[in-house]
Every structure is written in structure tokens, then in C-alpha cells.
């Protein structure tokens, strides 16, 4: 487990559910990814994230699903592409990325509280 955070810490990390409007590989990266372009609705719009989740996912069976990210992160440059958000995911038994989501779809753009 890790250190204890106050209450003030955990609300400073803003964490938001998004749609997936498109995604495609990402061939430069040094390991491999999928750069996504997620819709947080209006409030937040577009932002773009690469995510290491190839074990997983494809890119055509990411489009239309909501998925969780960090929006209040700066973007990280990538290679060539600019991460804007980091989406979350969990680590399965071999270390591969299983995207965290919510069972049921929420608004996009909605706050994790």
C-alpha cells in the first residue's frame, strides 16, 4: 500500500470518463501503444493519450468505449505525439493493461468523486 494522502490530495487528481472517437497504433513508440482521442464532452473537449494496452485492445475495438483518465496531468511528449491525459488502467497477472471503466456509461466528462 502506499503512503497515506489527505483527503485535499486526492481531490487535487481530477479523473474523468471520455469516449474513445478514435484510435490507432503507435508504431514509433518504444514500447508498444495505441495514441487514443478521447471526447470528455464539452466542459473539457478532445485530448489525445497514448496508452501501452496492445495486449488487450485494438484499436478498432476502443472506438465508441468509455474509459477512465487523469485530465489535470501536463501533456508529455511521446516521440512524435503529445500525450494530453494519462488513461488509467490496472495491471493483469502477466503485467499487460486492462483498462479501468465504469460498468455502467456515464456522461462524458463526469468526475470521479
Known sequence: MSQTIAWDDFEKVDIRTGTVISAEPFPEARKPAIKLRIDFGSEIGEKKSSAQITEHYTPQSL?????????????????????????????????AIVLAATDKNVPDGARLM
Open 63 to 95: 472506438v465508441g468505449r468509455q474509459v477512465l483518465a487523469v485530465v489535470n496531468f501536463p501533456p508529455r511528449q511521446i516521440g512524435p505525439f503529445m500525450s494530453e491525459v494519462l488513461t488509467l488502467g490496472f495491471a493483469d497477472a502477466n503485467g
